[in-house]
């Protein structure tokens, strides 16, 4: 009967919630409001709007000039280091002479947060055209930062992308209203991560302005990766984020209720606080990296390659209003094209393994071709990542994605040595600044700064819902958040897209595909070190002991995964193997005739501890299987 009343209640609120739109009066005095106070100071009297030199944004240029229709030029580089990629966006930002348009999924109120926002602000206030365009459910928790934002430059303006019930704040309540009144709509998430700077030269990737995400965290941060692009390609990312910025689903801060009512509140100025940053001199180190000439040549332009094909794809924000509109889909139909299209190899990183319906048409049809292609997955434990309701399905599909697939699993370790040694670079400082000091995957020492980040999940900064589950050994840990595709050493695909249901039917994503051989060789390195013994265990076949009882638990098992419901049993096909420390065992496929000499068993959900979610992610395989594309 609660329940019930329950359901009553929120299914009442939503119908109000959906009812309670700005008049347009309301908007029309907020915005005046915003007009009568906008902080218009400037920094630059210039025409050029004193940009900061920029060697990245001067080789973007010189191809930009040298490109032609018939024969296009680009300079790609590939960011998988965190700092460099900050150190990039910083420069480029203070480099923009014109425009700087920002479209992201996440933005947080951390250190990263704050930086980006004052980098950006200051680019307004020197005169460049500022545009920030960001995802509502998982970005600007605090309504009044973005009321101080309405009014921080004349130059900046900010939209939140399909805030379901006109506010920027989505309380429990909404939450479950929007779920349960109207959940296409607010199921649809703007998953793009793009920074355009000049229409000349942007950064796409996997990276959202949170501090995991450029190893800032105290305790829990990413492995991903970022491309930057300057060329022809960097005007469609242009070209592209007008089609969302000028979507209905693009709502204007004005037209918000918390962020309208807290203007109109407070017509007087608000003006643009200082930072407050947990740390602040790791900041001032990545800001010095920024404007370095000599630092930015090492560790960003010398990496960088130039070439000729490189091809930039988004989804369309109506993808899920008219979603029998192939080209609403364009991005995600285009990869399922490239990865059906594979002769020799394919080499996939996806935070989460989740097969959407058509992805697993493709990879059964291509283990099928004689000879088929070798297929290389890499991805994250039940350790690593921060999405265990997600890996649970990941984890119940093991056997079919083994045998009909072919694919080869591996699967980070939370402590992986490649994650250790990129936090350790992101967090070096100077021998006597008095920081703790801390020993890499190599042995070698370096300072750092432990992170204060805060956990964002659906139910405000304090949820549970980014926290990974607890481990039996202490220490810093990661988890795998970059997506990654090259298809037999020809090509190579970096963006937004988890080649899962929810980057497939819900989310809208975008992507650099790159057609040269040297992006493709240095992107597929980068992947299979994330497959190397040090930093994921391997899945495969689970050995039986007995061997007819062994039998006899794998056909149970068989029988239990394919029901619908009640998949309970608890041995499956496939666990986690680590190599042994034995000179004579080099790194070997599960196919390998040495693999059960040179590999041991180490459990399906290694140096995971008994806790609630370790339960939960054995009840979601067992009774979840329908909620694939919801996750």
């Not at 109506?318 to 399922?336: L, S």
């Not at 072919?406 to 040694?421: H, S, T």
């Not at 190599?442 to 700064?449: A, E, N, W």
Request: glycine share 4%.
């Amino acid at each position: 009967m609660r329940m019930r009343y329950g359901l009553l209640l929120i299914v009442l609120a939503a119908s109000l919630l959906q009812g309670c739109a700005l008049s347009r009066a309301k908007i029309r005095q907020a915005d005046t409001i915003v007009a009568a106070s906008v902080d218009r100071q400037t920094t630059c009297d210039s025409a050029d709007h004193c940009p900061t030199p920029s060697p990245l944004l001067d080789a973007a240029e010189k191809v930009l000039a040298d490109s032609t229709p018939d024969k296009p030029a680009h300079v790609v580089t590939l960011l998988d280091d965190s700092e460099a990629s900050l150190a990039a966006r910083i420069n480029l930002i203070r480099a923009a002479k014109t425009s700087i348009d920002v479209q992201t999924y996440i933005w947080d109120e951390d250190d990263v947060g704050q930086l980006a926002l004052n980098e950006l602000v200051a680019a307004a206030r020197r005169g460049v055209s500022v545009r920030i365009l960001a995802d509502q459910l998982f970005s600007f928790e605090d309504p009044a930062i973005l009321a101080q934002l309405a009014r921080a430059s004349p130059n900046l303006e900010v939209r939140l992308y399909n805030p379901t019930f006109h506010s920027s704040r989505t309380s429990p309540l909404e939450f479950a209203a929007g779920v349960l009144c109207c959940f296409m709509t607010f199921n649809q998430r703007m998953h793009n991560k793009v920074l355009v700077i000049d229409d000349t030269i942007g950064i796409t990737g996997g990276r959202n302005y949170q501090n995991r995400y450029f190893n800032w965290d105290n305790d829990f941060d990413y492995v991903d990766r970022d491309v930057m692009v300057g060329g022809p390609a960097a005007r469609d990312m242009a070209k592209m984020f007008n089609l969302f910025w000028n979507h209905k689903r693009a709502v204007p801060i004005t037209h918000l209720r918390d962020v309208n009512r807290l203007i109109l509140n407070n017509p007087g100025p608000s003006p643009w606080p200082a930072p407050h940053y947990a740390y602040p001199a790791r900041v001032d180190e990545a800001q010095a990296e920024a404007e370095d000439p000599e630092w930015l040549a090492e560790h960003i332009a010398s990496n960088s390659l130039y070439t000729s094909k490189v091809e930039y794809f988004s989804d369309l924000p109506a993808k899920t209003e008219q979603p029998t509109r192939r080209e609403a889909r364009e991005y995600t139909a285009h990869v399922m094209h490239l990865v059906s299209s594979a002769k020799k190899e394919v080499v996939l990183q996806t935070p989460y393994l989740v097969m959407s319906r058509r992805a697993k048409k493709i990879f059964k049809k291509l283990h099928r071709e004689n000879p088929s292609p070798q297929i290389i997955v890499s991805t994250n434990s039940l350790a690593s990542t921060d999405a265990f309701a997600v890996y649970a399905l990941s984890y119940k599909h093991r056997k079919t994605y083994l045998n009909d697939y072919g694919f080869n699993i591996y699967e980070l370790k939370p402590r992986a040595d490649l994650a250790i040694d990129a936090y350790m670079l992101a967090n070096a400082v100077d021998e006597d600044d008095g920081a703790p000091v801390i020993a890499g995957a190599s042995g070698s020492k370096r300072k750092r700064y432990p992170g204060t980040e805060r956990h964002p999940g659906f139910f405000g900064s304090q949820g549970s819902r980014n926290r990974p589950a607890p481990l039996t050994s202490p220490g810093r840990r990661f988890g795998l958040h970059a997506k990654s595709l090259v298809i037999d050493d020809d090509l190579g695909m970096v963006g937004s897209h988890n080649f899962d249901p929810r980057s497939d039917h819900y989310n809208t994503e975008s992507g650099v595909i790159v057609y040269d051989q040297h992006f493709a060789a240095e992107l597929r390195d980068s992947v299979l070190e994330a497959t190397e013994p040090q930093n994921a265990w391997v899945i495969a076949p689970r050995k039986p002991v007995i061997p007819v009882l062994g039998q006899i638990s794998q056909a149970i098992g068989d029988i239990s995964a394919m029901l619908p419901l009640f998949d309970i049993w608890p041995i499956r096909y496939a666990t986690s193997y680590e190599m042994k420390p034995d000179p004579d065992c080099p790194p070997m496929q599960p196919n390998n005739p040495d693999f059960s000499r040179c590999y041991t068993a180490v459990g399906d959900f290694p140096d995971v501890a008994i806790s609630p979610k370790l339960i939960y992610t054995r009840l979601i395989t067992a009774f979840g299987a329908g909620v694939n594309g919801v996750l």
